[in-house]
């Protein structure tokens, strides 16, 4: 698999994991105090081939892909499940413990976020599902997270993501009835 996107990574070791899944070519921010000189050669990158910002499932991943987000708007978004970043023998998360078959899932699902003010979903559309408050609905939403590739949010963030990346109500519905069939078929 070849991405023709440069990808923008926490380190070395994310560069080297996501080298050894498909060809591509990175940026490094080498952790959440981005330089100006990062910043400009995102934006240069974005502008010649697009970015997409693929970061560690965790609070410096989140936060260096808004910082990222904000300074170059316009960037595609890959997430890693927490649960496929986990390593083996230590108590990190990141890219480079991702198996080179998640890191290809997660690099096939990328998303672009769009400037519309429209919101397609609000709060109350989320409730039927059990994905905002109640015992169950963080694992739901991670769940949800997983299989449309939006990353694990908590209820706050959830509608936001929903709609910066333009899911539709009728998305979320089919994922959800597979959620919930799979919940019942386990009791």
Known sequence: MKVKEIIVVEGKDDTQKIKQAVVADTIETNGSAIGEDVLERIRHAYEKRGVIIFTDPDYPGKRIRHIVSEHVPGCKHAFLPKHTAIAKHDKGVGVEHASAEHIREA?????????????????????????????????????????????????????????????????????????????????
């Open 107 to 187: 690099l096939s699902a990328v998303y672009e976020v769009t400037e519309e003010e429209e919101n397609l979903l609000e709060k109350a559309d989320l409730l039927p599902y059990g994905l905002i408050g109640g015992a169950g609905a963080s694992a739901r939403r991670e769940k949800l997270g997983e299989r449309l590739h939006i990353g694990h949010t908590n209820a706050k963030q959830l509608v936001r993501r929903l709609n910066m990346f333009r899911i539709t109500e009728e998305e979320v519905e089919q994922v959800m009835r597979e959620i919930i069939q799979e919940e019942k078929d386990e009791q």
